[in-house]
Structure formats: structure tokens, C-alpha cells
Nanobody, 119 residues
Framework: QVQLVESGGGLVQPGGSLRLSCAAS????????MSWYRQAPGKERELVATITSAGSTTNYADSVKGRFTISRDNAKFTVYLQMSSLKPEDTARYYCHARHTYYSSRIHWGQGTQVTVSS
């Protein structure tokens, strides 16, 4: 059974930091590119960051460059999103996403974790 389980969300003040984790099971984690998406109320889901299967390449949305860092530990089947200098506009539900490196139709989603940035 495929599972992506996010954790680490919560309430944080502007300027603060959080680290999200996504634990994967039920598929060959090392064969998948991993991403974090987010969706704020009333807005479309947007891509935040992506890391390739071996962790050699990362990409970020312009809105989070220099503030967020995506990483992965293939031995632990886990992907992380370190978020710093958080802003109120980062408030959203954050979703973990897996896409097979070669078979792009093989996609998995997590249930999401809520991040709220507010004073």
C-alpha cells in the first residue's frame, strides 16, 4: 500500500522556521522525483520545490527561493522541506508528491500538513 505521510506543520510567527517531513512507503522511493506542493484557501495548488531521485538536482518556485530547502534521505525513504523566514503568504496546506523518474504517470500524493504563519 502506497503511503506518503507528511508531518511537521503547525503555527509559526512571521520570520520563523519549520521543517516538514514526508515519509514514504509502498513504492521504490529511490526511483521517484519528490516534490512539495502547497494550496492556500481559494487558490490553486502550486509547486513549491522538487528534488530528483538521487538528490542531485533541486528546483524552487521563485516565491520561496533562498528561504526553503528541499532534501531527501533515500535510506530513510523521507523527503524534507526546511522553511525559513516564513511569511504570512506561506500559509497553506503543504502536500508531498512523488513522480516516477521515467514513468511520469506513476504519481502519488500525501494528505498534506497545514502550515500557518501568523503573529
Amino acid at each position: 500500500q502506497v503511503q506518503l505521510v507528511e508531518s511537521g506543520g503547525g503555527l509559526v510567527q512571521p520570520g520563523g522556521s519549520l521543517r516538514l517531513s514526508c515519509a514514504a512507503s509502498g513504492f521504490v522511493f529511490g526511483s521517484y522525483d519528490m516534490s512539495w506542493y502547497r494550496q492556500a484557501p481559494g487558490k490553486e495548488r502550486e509547486l513549491v520545490a522538487t528534488i530528483t531521485s538521487a538528490g542531485s538536482t533541486t528546483n524552487y518556485a521563485d516565491s520561496v527561493k533562498g528561504r526553503f530547502t528541499i532534501s531527501r534521505d533515500n535510506a530513510k525513504f523521507t523527503v524534507y522541506l526546511q522553511m525559513s523566514s516564513l511569511k504570512p503568504e506561506d500559509t497553506a496546506r503543504y502536500y508531498c508528491h512523488a513522480r516516477h523518474t521515467y514513468y511520469s504517470s506513476r504519481i502519488h500524493w500525501g494528505q498534506g500538513t497545514q502550515v500557518t504563519v501568523s503573529s
